[in-house]
C-alpha cells in the first residue's frame, strides 16, 4: 500500500495569487480529508469528503478556500487571492471507513507547505 | 464543544527511560475516540493509537500505551523504553460521536537524549 502523496511539498506565492494543492489518497480509501497546521499549533479540520461528496466544512474555509473531489479519488484544494495569514502547512488524510477506528484510522500525507509573501 | 489540552510545552527524557505525555480533553458527548500522533521534523503525521470511549482496556500498540482515566477525562501516552527515535512532537487528538472531524491539542514536544 503507498501512502497519502500530497502534490506539491512546497508552495512559495506573492499575495493576491491562486493557488492549488492536490491530494492522492491510499488507494480504495473513501473518505479523504484536508487539515490546516500553522506553526505552534496541532492541525486544524478544513473539510471532509466520503466518495465525491463533501460532507463537512469547517468555518475556516472561507469563500476564498474550495476543495473538489470530482471522482472520488484524488481531491484538490484551491486558495484564491492568497493572503499572508494562509501561510501554513496543508495536509490531507484518507481512510477507508469500513471498519473501526482502531484499525481504520485517518492516515496522513507529507503535507504541502505554503508561503505567501 | 470539545477540546484537548495538552500543556507540557516540552519535555526531555533518557534514551531507554519510559515517558508519560498528558493530555486532557472535554466533551459532552459519551462516545468519542482519542488518538495520539507522532509529528517528527519532516511533518508528516504518524498514527500511534487509539482509545474508544467505550473501550474498557486501556489501549496498548508495541511500546505505546494509553492511560484512559474516563472521571478525569485524561488520557495520557505512556512511552516505555524511549529510543532517540522517537524524539518529535507528539499529538493527542478526540473525535466526537459520529463526525469524522479530528480535533488537536497544540501538541507537546519530546527529545530524547542518549
Known amino acids: 500500500d503507498t501512502g497519502v502523496s500530497q502534490d506539491p511539498r512546497h508552495k512559495i506565492t506573492k499575495r493576491g495569487q491562486n493557488v492549488t494543492f492536490r491530494c492522492d489518497p491510499i488507494s480504495e480509501h473513501n473518505r479523504l480529508y484536508w487539515y490546516r497546521q500553522t506553526l505552534g499549533q496541532g492541525p486544524e479540520f478544513l473539510t471532509y469528503?466520503?466518495?465525491?461528496?463533501?460532507?463537512?466544512k469547517s468555518r475556516l474555509l472561507s469563500d476564498r478556500f474550495s476543495a473538489e473531489r470530482p471522482k472520488g479519488s484524488f481531491s484538490t484544494l484551491e486558495i484564491q487571492r492568497t493572503e499572508q495569514g494562509d501561510s501554513a502547512m496543508y495536509l490531507c488524510?484518507?481512510?477507508?471507513?469500513?471498519?473501526?477506528?482502531?484499525?481504520?484510522?485517518?492516515?496522513f500525507g507529507p503535507g504541502t507547505r505554503l508561503t505567501v509573501l | 464543544a470539545q477540546k484537548i489540552t495538552q500543556t507540557q510545552p516540552g519535555m526531555f527524557v533518557q534514551e531507554k527511560e519510559a515517558v508519560t505525555l498528558d493530555c486532557t480533553y472535554d466533551t459532552s458527548d459519551p462516545s468519542y475516540g482519542l488518538f495520539w500522533y507522532k509529528q517528527p521534523s519532516s511533518g508528516e503525521m504518524i498514527f500511534l493509537i487509539y482509545?474508544?470511549?467505550?473501550?474498557?482496556q486501556n489501549a496498548t500498540e508495541g511500546r505505546y500505551s494509553l492511560n484512559f482515566q474516563k472521571a478525569r477525562k485524561s488520557a495520557n501516552l505512556v512511552i516505555s523504553a524511549s529510543q532517540l527515535g522517537d524524539s518529535a512532537m507528539y499529538f493527542c487528538a478526540m473525535i466526537q460521536g459520529g463526525s469524522e472531524k479530528l480535533v488537536f491539542g497544540k501538541g507537546m514536544k519530546l527529545t530524547v537524549n542518549p
Open positions: 482509545q474508544g470511549s467505550y473501550d474498557q
Open positions: 488524510a484518507s481512510r477507508g471507513g469500513w471498519r473501526d477506528w482502531t484499525t481504520d484510522t485517518q492516515y
Open positions: 469528503f466520503q466518495n465525491e461528496a463533501q460532507l463537512e
